[in-house]
């Protein structure tokens, strides 16, 4: 009998390390669909590279900034495309440096705005498909949320609430739905970090390298294809930096 593909909905998946689980899943003989918001091209690209492989993909663009139009667009655009969803992956991230000082009202407003009432309304609104297709939930929290830098303190707060939301969602879509969150050391410098501070950094990690976005892709495709009983943890994934 003809089995119908699995569907995996990833934010901000056009680069680093959205892309790289967008393809791995691909890989697993996922559909695709996928958001992203500025970078068009290789929004194309990566359409184009998963296609290739021979799955369907869908693109879809959508500020996550405005998270209730955003999650609109994104549930009609894969109700449309492909009408079921069994994974989804929040990834979308906005590495925002704000300190005391300079924290406003609108940067945290943004930042909970993509971190936290995003990935919440996007759970709220596939609930129904999620729990049809037995599925999983992936938020991509931070380390940094356990351990805050002062000079992104709206960031790491906003990824701390991403990392509760992960334990109260697992409770609430429950028994049909696993929600895990990864908490990532680096696994992708952002462009232009000092080699003084990366060099600063990898000494305090005891596997002595960073991580990559495939090490994400790999624990994401673990998760959703054999974590069927692992549900509401924070798995870190940091080399082992945090217990340094
Ligand atoms: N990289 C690391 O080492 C690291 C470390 C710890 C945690 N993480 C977490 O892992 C995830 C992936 O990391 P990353 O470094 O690949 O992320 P990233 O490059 O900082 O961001 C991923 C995407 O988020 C999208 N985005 C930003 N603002 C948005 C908005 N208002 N609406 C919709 N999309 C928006 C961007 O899409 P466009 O480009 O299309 O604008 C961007 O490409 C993130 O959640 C991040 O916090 C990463």
């Not at 959205?18 to 690209?45: C, K, M, N, P, V």
């Not at 492909?82 to 930042?111: M, P, W």
């Not at 129904?128 to 938020?139: D, Q, T, Y």
Request: some cysteine; overall charge neutral; proline content about 6%.
């Amino acid at each position: 009998m003809h089995r119908p593909s699995k569907v995996a909905l990833i934010t901000g998946a056009a680069k680093r390390v959205g892309r790289a689980i967008a393809l791995q899943l691909a890989h697993e003989g996922f559909d695709i669909a996928f958001t992203y918001l500025s970078s068009q091209g290789e929004a194309q690209s990566l359409l184009t590279e998963i296609t290739t492989q021979g799955r369907r993909a869908h693109a879809i663009r959508a500020d996550l900034a405005q998270p209730e139009i955003a999650t609109e667009e994104i549930h009609r655009a894969v109700t449309v495309e492909f009408g079921q969803l069994d994974v989804l992956v929040n990834n979308a991230s906005l590495y925002l440096q704000a300190d005391l000082q300079s924290t406003t009202s609108a940067i945290i407003h943004r930042l909970n705005a993509i971190h936290v009432e995003s990935p919440l309304l996007l759970c709220q609104r596939f609930e129904p498909m999620l729990r049809a297709a037995r599925g999983h939930v992936i938020n991509m929290v931070d380390l940094l949320a356990e351990r805050p830098w002062p000079q992104f303190l709206p960031y790491c707060a906003s990824k701390a609430a991403l990392a509760n939301l992960t334990l109260g969602l697992a409770r609430a879509l429950a028994p049909e739905v696993t929600v895990n969150g990864i908490a990532p050391g680096v696994v992708e410098w952002p462009p232009d970090y000092p080699q003084g501070e990366r060099e600063k950094y990898l000494k305090r990690v005891p596997l002595g390298r960073t991580g990559t976005p495939q090490d994400v892709a790999s624990l994401i495709k673990f998760l959703v294809t054999e974590g069927s009983y692992i549900t509401g943890q924070i798995l870190r994934l940091d080399g082992g930096r945090s217990i340094t």
